[in-house]
T-cell receptor, first 111, second 113 residues
Framework: GESVGLHLPTLSVQEGDNSIINCAYS??????FIWYKQESGKGPQFIID?????DKRQGQRVTVLLNKTVKHLSLQIAATQPGDSAVYFC??????????FGQGTRLTINP | KAGVTQTPRYLIKTRGQQVTLSCSPI?????VSWYQQTPGQGLQFLFE???????NKGNFPGRFSGRQFSNSRSEMNVSTLELGDSALYLC????????????FGPGTRLTVL
């Protein structure tokens, strides 16, 4: 079936450290995996996506890793800043169908 | 360029009433999707509209409906409100349907008493 889950509901990191947010998925037929960030009082914001035939994709300060063998997805944020505090959602999509979101991980940055 | 706007931002209704929420997509975006966000269920897809046609529908009862107008603005309606309908309703727009990058509005917070 389609379900996207997250390993940890909360994550605290020191400012300047790297953050790693993990996500497990079950739908092997997904074409894309996507990360969104939701700050308090705002709607989710697209961060980065990765096609299912790739295992790594880098953006500005972010890297997404995809391990299809264990159906695991991670988002790495380099040099975490206070502005990175938010809830991070992974989502998956098959074809031109709907996005299926995971439950979210709250990232807290400690000064 | 203005972002996605949703009105109203907050709404309080009682059980049995109906409600209409409005969404104006980013200029030029023709696809609009609606999501329900709750602490327990997370972000759940309601439906997607493109060129005034519903392309996709989530697993919600028929009390939830929507439509899209020729200017791409969209409305969603919930009839016979239940307590469990209390949620943040998010609208997202994109240039084309099925896009990975969707632009979300701030949401409408609906409270059903």
């Amino acid at each position: 079936g389609e379900s996207v889950g997250l390993h940890l509901p909360t994550l605290s990191v020191q400012e300047g450290d790297n953050s790693i947010i993990n996500c497990a998925y079950s739908n092997s037929a997904s074409d894309y995996f996507i990360w969104y960030k939701q700050e308090s009082g705002k709607g989710p914001q697209f961060i980065i996506d990765i096609r299912s035939n790739m295992d790594k994709r880098q953006g500005q300060r972010v890297t997404v890793l995809l391990n299809k063998t264990v159906k695991h997805l991670s988002l790495q944020i380099a040099a975490t800043q206070p502005g990175d505090s938010a809830v991070y959602f992974c989502a998956e999509k098959s074809g031109a169908q709907k996005l299926v979101f995971g439950q979210g991980t709250r990232l807290t940055i400690n000064p | 360029k203005a972002g996605v706007t949703q009105t109203p931002r907050y709404l309080i209704k009682t059980r049995g009433q109906q409600v209409t929420l409005s969404c104006s997509p980013i200029s030029g975006h023709r696809s609009v999707s609606w999501y329900q966000q709750t602490p327990g269920q997370g972000l759940q897809f309601l439906f997607e509209y493109f060129s005034e046609t519903q392309r996709n529908k989530g697993n919600f009862p028929g009390r939830f409906s929507g439509r899209q107008f020729s200017n791409s603005r969209s409305e969603m309606n919930v009839s016979t409100l239940e307590l469990g309908d209390s949620a943040l309703y998010l609208c997202a727009s994109s240039l084309v349907p099925g896009s990975n990058e969707q632009f979300f509005g701030p949401g409408t917070r609906l409270t059903v008493l």
